[in-house]
């Protein structure tokens, strides 16, 4: 089991922009699908985006779509989420997970044992 460490956060204005990263312990990180979510007050962890073990792969919210980017680094033990064009609405905290299956990742409610989490703010 990796354990992870999210960062990055902080607040922005809208149009702007942040990069989260997420720091995995252990030797096995590339074998780990990652995926990051997030949590507005008062509403439901939902689904952000999601990559492959290889990181060919990658998945997204329809809300993010073509403003977010998720990437990793399987030597650096990281994966990275680009955030460009930042609305008010994304203000929430912001999770990264791992799953040996890239499916399971869709649905954070599959998911167990959620770090800190890195919370971003976007100002109007």
């Known amino acids: 089991q990796v354990q992870l460490v999210e960062s990055g956060g902080g607040l922005v204005q809208a149009g702007g922009s942040l990069r989260l990263s997420c720091a995995a312990s252990g030797r096995t990180f590339s074998s780990y699908a990652m995926g990051w979510f997030r949590q507005a007050p008062g509403k439901e962890r939902e689904f952000v985006a999601a990559?492959?073990?290889?990181?060919?792969?990658?998945y997204y919210a329809d809300s993010v779509k073509g403003r977010f980017t998720i990437s990793r680094d399987n030597a650096k033990n990281t994966v990275y989420l680009q955030m460009n064009s930042l609305k008010p609405e994304d203000t929430a905290h912001y999770y990264c997970?791992?799953?040996?299956?890239?499916?399971?990742?869709?649905?954070?409610?599959?998911?167990?044992?959620w770090g800190q989490g890195t919370l971003v703010t976007v100002s109007s």
């Open positions: 990559i492959s073990m290889s990181g060919a792969s990658t």
């Open positions: 997970n791992a799953n040996p299956s890239l499916g399971r990742l869709s649905n954070p409610g599959n998911l167990e044992r």
